[in-house]
């Protein structure tokens, strides 16, 4: 075989091992940012409770999925009204699920019982989740439908707000 043409295959052989090598560093370093219409990542946590959540668990139900952490005071800040509103509109088919970023398992289960959170929660301190939805900053709060985000609300919020309520209800 002439040295040109073992030459050229080498280099096609290069390229094909390289290509699959380039988009994995690119897909690790790309920075995710999850919008209101984008489709929802797909997920797996267990709950505090014991269960084992994806996103395909809700089916036709509406999702509220909260990032938050025990150390962030706006977190804190909503965290009643969250319950509130996980309370009222279970009934009607929305699940609030928290995916808690706390390091520290002893900080997130005292904030549970401090809080009487009662919506489902989920700890994550590798914070693969939220980092799959590209959410850096907490709290940060997804409503999904159907498996696609139908609104996206940056930051603390009082879930009472009957705006909110008819925003999220509208999704029913």
């Known amino acids: 075989m002439p ?24 897909d690790g370093l790309r920075e995710r940012n999850v919008n209101t219409g984008d489709s929802a990542p797909r997920f797996k946590v267990t709950t505090e409770r014991g269960k084992v959540l994806t996103r395909s668990d809700f089916g036709g ?6 990032f938050w952490a025990s150390w962030c005071p706006p977190c804190v800040e909503e965290t009643p009204s969250m319950n509130d509103l996980a309370r009222e509109l279970a009934p009607k088919g929305v699940v609030v699920l928290g995916v808690s970023v706390d390091h520290n398992p002893q900080a997130y289960r005292r904030f549970l019982t401090d809080h009487n959170v009662v ?54």
């Open 3 to 26: 040295e040109s043409r073992l030459a050229t295959r080498l280099q096609v052989a290069a390229l094909v091992l390289l290509a699959p090598l380039a988009w994995f560093v690119y």
């Open 61 to 66: 139900k509406v999702l509220v999925l909260n």
């Open 119 to 172: 919506f489902e929660t989920a700890l994550d301190p590798e914070e693969k989740v939220n980092s799959e939805f590209g959410t850096f900053k907490y709290p940060e709060t997804y409503v999904i439908r159907d498996g696609k985000v139908r609104i996206k609300y940056i930051g603390p919020r009082d879930w009472s707000d009957p705006a909110i309520r008819r925003e999220i209800e509208s999704l029913l």
